[in-house]
């Protein structure tokens, strides 16, 4: 039988990457998380389905689960919006828009949701408009769609723009040489080249909004059954020293967006594995 | 389907690209557009398939004036450099691209889309590989199903852009000689670009020789490489030595004005003595002795000026010719331009 032979890497040693990367991974995220379940263990399992199935919990994660879903497809429509007006024209200001677009990622979230509130409230800039509209935004679970919005912008633009930058233009002019009109050239070539990207971001930008609570707890009220996230309720449990209530809250959320991203993860692979190949 | 440009200016800012560009291509001619780069071909032929829109001019294909059809109409099958293959689709899919985005009402069927890309697959020998997806593919081949692609549509014309720019050498040699035959059992006009003029030379039935956006000279190869109509026409193809007079020493021609002759290294000859009185007198700066050409870099006696002689193997070691020793050189041939002064550069 012939010997494998080893492949020589730039990056010394399987062994050595793949240690640090458990040791690194461990320390930060396994070890903490998995506390999470040891604290939560404390609780029988009837008294873990109490609290889980409390109707106020299940409406914290309906909201939670359903406001980031949402914010985070509007996020990858209009991401990708954003991402192709930045990477196919030229325009005065470009850069300072760019720029804009990254502002979500640096601002303290806790300002980012006071002003938010200021601009949607009854009396605000815009929340004034579309009160008279009928339309609550503000102390409204509308409005904790806005802030995970807000806040999960610059996933989808900045995972989209470089690949937007590397489809050649020439691909295009293919298509439109074979035929293709231009919603033709979209969807059947540039789209596909661009779902992955697409798919990163809005797993990225999802994730953004189940772990979001500073923006969220100033604009939507936090009342009750109506616009009360699951972040929100895992709070108040702590304050009022209900350890094992809060990690069972937190043990739920963790395991179902687990299971999401993994879910966006496979699906991403496949649609992307394809052409890399070779 | 003939292809017929008139007056065709385009500029890009305030560069001049094309400057009254006026051509006609006969059909079924396979016709290479040549060209040191910077010279305007690759717009011309962007211009012809609509993939760029020129500023002044016509361009009528097939009698039918297409200056304003959009690319999608005027149904060209166009080859890029880079083979431009969409990287998610198999080379099945590919090919069948043309077929699928169709108007539904010409749409052909499922089956026939298949055996017509499979028709393809196996005129550009690549039976087998329609489950591959580009990136498995060498470039000779990846080139070779962008041709497929672009035949697919039953194109009225097939425009190349450097169709072989991106392949080594040996697969270059294979390729043109495949596209010529090729073109032959198609028998569809053809318009490539290069900047190699062997290429240009040994592929087309007729070049067109373009030059800062201006067309030099339209001809057969031998035409072209025999007849050149200008200094840079003969340049462009082949090796020149440029000599200025006046002066005695080359071939029979008089010497009474100043003028400028051109002669190819192969047609100069090298004696050690002085054979005939009008001789150029020479000193040996460099020999190139690899294969079976020999390449000698001379410079002219009592002046400033380098030129080339190219000579057999064989002749060589007759000679028997060492670096800086003198020896002298004669013309079999002089190609002299009339009305060019002394000023104007070969090259």
């Known amino acids: 039988m012939e010997k494998r032979r080893k492949k020589r890497n730039v990056l010394p040693g399987f062994g050595l990457t793949m240690g640090y990367t458990l040791v690194y991974l461990s320390l930060l995220v396994l070890i903490p998380l998995s506390l999470l379940f040891v604290k939560s263990a404390s609780l029988s399992w009837s008294q873990f389905w109490e609290v889980i199935a409390n109707p106020r919990v299940l409406a914290a994660y309906r909201l939670s689960f359903g406001a980031s879903l949402l914010a985070a497809a509007l996020n990858t429509v209009c991401g990708l919006l954003v991402a192709w007006v930045l990477t196919r024209y030229t325009f005065p200001g470009k850069r300072l828009i760019d720029g804009l677009v990254d502002l979500p990622f640096a601002l303290p979230t806790a300002v980012a949701g006071i002003s938010l509130t200021a601009v949607y409230s009854q009396n605000g800039w815009i929340g004034r408009y579309l009160e008279a509209a009928g339309i609550k935004v503000a102390f409204a679970p509308l409005g904790v769609v806005v802030a995970l919005t807000f806040i999960g912008l610059p996933f989808v633009v900045r995972t989209v723009q470089p690949v937007l930058l590397d489809l050649e233009k020439q691909v295009e002019e293919a298509s439109a040489t074979l035929g293709a009109g231009r919603w033709q050239t979209f969807r059947r070539i540039i789209f596909p080249h661009l779902l992955p990207a697409l798919l990163t971001g809005f797993a990225l930008a999802f994730a953004r909004g189940l772990g979001e609570y500073g923006s969220v707890v100033f604009i939507s009220g936090n009342m009750p059954m109506s616009t009360e996230i699951a972040p929100l309720l895992i709070m108040t449990k702590l304050e009022q020293f209900d350890y094992a209530g809060a990690t069972a809250i937190a043990a739920v959320m963790l395991i179902a967006s687990f299971l999401m991203l993994l879910l966006i993860n496979v699906w991403q692979w496949r649609s992307g594995k394809r052409h890399i190949v070779g | ?347």
Do not use: C
């Not at chain 2, 002066?247 to 009474?256: S, V, Y």
């Open chain 2, 1 to 347: 389907m003939s292809i017929e440009v008139q007056g065709i200016s385009k500029a890009f800012g305030k560069n001049s690209i094309l400057r009254d560009v006026t051509l006609e291509i006969p059909k079924g001619e396979l016709v290479a557009l040549l060209g040191p780069s910077g010279s305007g071909k690759t717009t011309l032929l962007r211009l012809i398939a609509g993939l760029e829109a020129a500023d002044q001019g016509r361009i009528v294909i097939d009698g039918k004036d297409a200056t304003h059809t959009s690319v999608q109409e005027r149904q060209v099958g166009f080859v890029f450099q880079h083979y431009a293959l969409f990287r998610h689709m198999t080379v099945f899919d590919n090919i069948a691209f043309g077929l699928q985005v169709r108007p539904r009402k010409q749409r052909l069927g499922k089956a026939e889309i298949a055996r017509k890309v499979n028709d393809l697959l196996a005129l550009v020998q690549l039976e087998g590989f329609g489950n591959r997806y580009p990136a498995q593919l060498s470039g000779g081949q990846r080139q070779r199903v962008a041709l497929a692609r672009a035949l697919a549509i039953d194109p009225k014309i097939l425009l190349l852009d450097e169709p072989f720019g991106a392949l080594d050498a040996k697969v270059r040699q294979e390729l043109r000689r495949w596209l010529r035959q090729l073109h032959q059992t198609l028998e569809i006009t053809s318009v490539f670009v290069t900047h190699d003029q062997e290429e240009a030379l040994e592929v087309a039935d007729r070049i067109v020789i373009m030059n800062e956006g201006r067309i030099e000279q339209i001809g057969t190869p031998h035409d072209i490489y025999h007849y050149p109509a200008n200094p840079f026409v003969y340049g462009f193809l082949g090796r020149a030595n440029r000599f200025e007079g006046p002066f005695d020493g080359i071939g029979q021609l008089p010497a009474h004005s100043p003028f400028v002759g051109y002669v190819r290294p192969h047609e100069l000859e090298v004696t050690r003595h002085r054979v005939e009185k009008n001789a150029l007198q020479a000193t040996i700066q460099h020999v190139y002795a690899i294969g079976p050409i020999v390449r000698l870099d001379l410079k002219r006696a009592e002046a400033n000026e380098f030129f080339e002689v190219e000579m057999t193997y064989e002749r060589y070691q007759e000679l028997n010719l060492q670096p800086h020793e003198t020896v002298y050189v004669r013309p079999r041939t002089v190609k002299v331009f009339t009305g060019e002064k002394g000023l104007v550069s070969a090259r």
